[in-house]
């Protein structure tokens, strides 16, 4: 539903979403009995045992389903008290799914220590209200500057879990085995917290003289303060939470003129924890990504055009590090510079 009351307009409303969640997967288990059976094993490995010995290892396959449905209520609000001005405020709720790598089933049992390490076929998604305020100014001929203030507030936080012991009974989540093994998953609990600013500017020159009109700036900048916990009563913060870039910013310049368009950015992400563990040695960060992206396209007819992309054209590299970041136990560098090119057709 929408009303319009003078310079004030207010939208709300809301929608219903139902999910249905089916996996299956693969077992990875030696049992006792092939452990024993591989050890009494004499004479050379043939083929025959080979295939045999993975059939007992990863033959097994487990079949899970889930379902879930919610109603997501949402209200925004807007007032433009002078010209050019609007004043928005806004209050809606959503979710995140878990990822698909989380839900297919995927178990691994290892038999000498008596733990579990298996998704969690059943995780339902983060749910999250959230609040957010901002003020735009748009000036001729083509431009605008923005600040906004936001809140989320995640319940049902998708977090690493360990040292849960398997219960006894048929319906533990693996048809009655592994009671009193360790699991080692992921699970729904806890909350997150998510507050921060964001300034935006862009604008295209077009009252310079001559070709200089062409040109057209932009800009953003977003910070962020997280706290939280992950179904205890520790309160992490913003260094502690996974998933979250404390600061975010990108500026670049654009030229668009008769058949030319041009476009080049910077993006800086700041270092951020990429995966937590109670363990500082164990936790996985995420280092600062500085990133330049090209973009050129011309124009060859009115339906036609080519274009290039060039990516991440200084070969940053994006870094993950594991353990304390001046002594990380190991570095993964992907350079990842890519160059897209083609042509565009409209009829």
Do not use: C
């Not at 260094?239 to 600061?247: D, E, H």
Request: charged fraction near 20%; charge should be positive.
């Amino acid at each position: 539903g929408n009303v319009r009351l003078d310079r004030v307009s207010i939208l709300a409303g809301f929608r219903f979403e139902q999910t249905k969640v089916e996996g299956e997967g693969p077992l990875n288990q030696i049992t006792a009995a092939e452990k024993a059976r591989r050890a009494a094993f004499t004479g050379p490995l043939t083929n025959e045992e080979s295939i045999r010995r993975n059939i007992a290892q990863y033959g097994s396959r487990r079949t899970v389903s889930s379902d879930y449905k919610g109603v997501f209520p949402g209200m925004h609000f807007k007032y433009e008290p002078f010209n050019r001005v609007i004043l928005r405020a806004t209050y809606s709720t959503s979710i995140g799914r878990p990822g698909f790598t989380n839900l297919i089933p995927n178990d691994n049992i290892d038999e000498d220590n008596r733990i579990v390490t298996a998704n969690n076929p059943g995780l339902k998604p983060q749910y999250a209200n959230n609040f957010d305020a901002t003020a735009e100014y748009y000036f001729e001929p083509a431009g605008l500057l923005s600040f906004g203030v936001f809140l989320k507030e995640i319940n049902k936080y998708i977090y690493n879990t360990s040292g849960q012991l398997i219960s006894a009974g048929a319906d533990n989540g693996f048809e009655g085995q592994y009671a009193g093994y360790e699991l080692r998953s992921k699970a729904n609990g806890g909350f997150a917290k998510i507050k921060g600013w964001e300034v935006n500017y862009q604008q295209r020159f077009a009252f310079l003289p001559g070709w200089w009109s062409g040109f057209g700036a932009f800009a953003n900048y977003t910070w962020l303060d997280t706290e939280g916990n992950y179904g205890g009563t520790t309160v992490q913060t913003t260094s502690t939470l996974a998933g979250f870039v404390p600061k975010a910013a990108n500026f670049g310049i654009s030229f668009i003129r008769n058949k030319i368009n041009f476009r080049v950015s910077y993006g800086y992400n700041a270092e951020g924890l990429a995966a937590f563990n109670a363990v500082q040695n164990l936790k996985r960060f995420k280092l600062a990504t500085h990133r330049v992206d090209v973009k050129i396209k011309y124009g060859l007819t009115r339906s036609l055009d080519i274009y290039v992309d060039l990516y991440n054209v200084t070969n940053d590299k994006l870094r993950y590090v594991w353990g304390v970041n001046d002594r990380p136990q190991n570095i993964l560098d992907r350079n990842d510079p890519q160059i897209h090119a083609g042509i565009n057709g409209r009829f």
